[in-house]
Structure formats: C-alpha cells, structure tokens
C-alpha cells in the first residue's frame, strides 16, 4: 500500500480574505503589514480548542488528563463542569506563549495532540476544522510552522520560507519515503528544530539522514567523509556538470567539517545557522533523488 504524502493544510478561504482586507488598508494608508502577535495566535487557536471541547463532561476530562501530562500538572476528575470553569481553561490560558519559545513549543504540542484526538465516531469533519482554524492561526500569525497531514496523523514542522520549505523539506519528507532510517532523522531534525531544542543534535541528526540515506542511495556501508570519490562517479554518469559536481563535493567537505568542529567535538552551532543547514541537506538529497 502507497503510503500517504505528507501536505500541507491549507488554511481557509476567509484568511485569505482577512489577509487581504489587511494588506488593502496597509496599500491606501502607506505602511507595510506586519503579522499578527503571538497573542493572537493564542487566542485564535485557544478559540479552536474551546469549539471542539465544548461542554461535554468526557472530554473536558480527557483532554485535562492528557494535556495536564504535557504540563506537569495534576489531574482531578471533576463531575458537572463547563469548560469555562474547568482546570483545564485555567491552564491554557496560563500558558504565555509570548514568555518565551519553550512555551510557545509546549502550545504547538497540545495543538497537536488535540488535532490528532478530536475526530468524531461518524466523520472527521470536526478534525478537518480545527486544523484548518490552526493553519490559517500559523498563517496570519508569525510563528514559522506549518501544520502537514502525514501518515501518522497531523503533525508541526518548522517554516521560514513557503516556497523553499515546499522543495526542500516536505516534498524531501516525501522523497524519503524508501529510505526510512533517513527520513526518520532529518524528520527528527525538523521536530527539534521547531521545539527548540539542542542545535547541536539537530546537526548530528541532519547528518546522519544524509549519511544514512547516501549507504542506501549507493548500497555500500561508507562513512559520508568516504563517499566523494563514488559520488563525483555518480554525478557526472548522470551527466551532472563539472562545476556543480566540484561545487557538491566541496559543500559536502565544509558540511562534514561544520559537523565536526561545531557539533560532534564542541558545542558552538547556533540557532541562525540551523535553515542553511536544513535547506542545505535538503538540496544535496534533492539533487540526488531527482537523477536516480
């Protein structure tokens, strides 16, 4: 069976409308449009939540338990509530997303566990409108995320710029799908990148998708730091040029060294660093998915 693509949701046909609406005023009145604040990202998602919880005594409890284990926080089961009044309001509305990236990590993972939970018994209408209302929140907003339909289930991934995370990073998630140690690491990659954790794993990580993808791609066990010479071999049979064969390899020596003065024997890589890293793994299995 055909696995299923990862994609992108799309936000609604309203958003672009208000986006509109916004940059219309912005064009008459002569200042350029900024994104919305975190605070309203809270609040546009935090309204998504409210519609699909509801009232309902089961999954103002359900989702309490599971959300609370996410927080640290403990859970009382609690008879004839609204959600308004519940422990779990409180807590949402606690989390200041504006205090700092980790909360704001910790909101993008409730979103998600919601969005993997809240299908009905008859249809998954309700789902497909929260994740909706959650793009188009990402949209309007400017936290770089975007929220993709994969095969196991919905999940964030880091953005920064719409057509460079189409081609190098969720069609590269796509291309991966026959080299599975090596999606799960630059998969891995993407999720620490986007909980802002440890940049130094995300490197460690990035490298091996490509080290563990290029043994598979070459069927040989080599280390990266010993697949030049067959990967120049590979590019000019595929009629790749002189230049952009010498230009590959010569990246792939700096990124080999990147990964070793600032990752596998220090501690020095930085967040600024880590797209060009992302995107720059992303071309090299790009580039060599397409000529197989």
């Known amino acids: 069976m055909a696995r ?4 992108e949701v799309e936000a609604t ?5 208000i986006i509109e609406i916004k940059e219309n005023f912005a064009y008459r009145f ?3 449009m900024q994104k919305e604040s975190l605070k309203a990202f809270k609040n546009r998602t935090l309204s998504a939540i409210v519609s699909v919880i509801g009232n309902d005594r089961y999954d103002i409890n359900y989702y309490s338990r599971e959300i609370f284990d996410l927080v ?9 509530l609204s959600f308004v009044n519940s422990d779990l309001n409180a807590v949402l509305k606690a989390i200041d997303i504006e205090e700092s990236k980790s909360n704001l990590y910790i909101w993008l993972q409730i979103l998600e566990l919601i969005a993997n939970s809240c299908y009905s018994s008859d249809d998954n ?6 994740v909706r209302d959650i793009a188009s929140a990402l949209k309007l907003s400017g936290v770089n995320a975007v929220i993709c339909s994969t095969s196991s289930g919905y999940k964030f991934y880091p953005a920064s710029e719409r057509f460079l995370d189409e081609k ?8 991966l799908s026959k080299y599975d140690k090596a999606k799960e690491q630059f998969e891995k990659a993407l999720q620490l990148t986007l909980k802002g954790q440890n940049c130094r794993q995300v490197v460690d990580c990035l490298r091996l998708s490509l080290e563990l993808f290029l043994k598979q791609y070459l069927n040989n066990s080599k280390s990266l730091e010993n ?4 990967l120049g071999k590979k590019l000019s049979e595929k009629n790749i040029s002189v230049e952009v064969r010498n230009m590959f390899i010569k990246l792939l020596d700096y990124y080999e060294k990147y990964n070793n003065e600032h990752a596998k024997h220090d501690d020095s890589t930085n967040e600024e660093e880590l797209d060009f ?3 720059l793994t992303g071309n090299f299995l790009r580039l060599l998915i397409k000529i197989k």
């Open 4 to 7: 299923k693509k990862i994609k």
């Open 13 to 17: 046909a309203k958003t672009s409308q």
């Open 30 to 32: 002569g200042y350029e």
């Open 72 to 80: 640290a926080y403990p859970f009382v089961d609690k008879i004839n």
């Open 125 to 130: 209408s309700k789902q497909i409108w929260f």
């Open 168 to 175: 190098l990073v969720i069609d590269i998630l796509n291309w």
């Open 227 to 230: 697949q030049h010479d067959i």
């Open 277 to 279: 890293l992302i995107y």
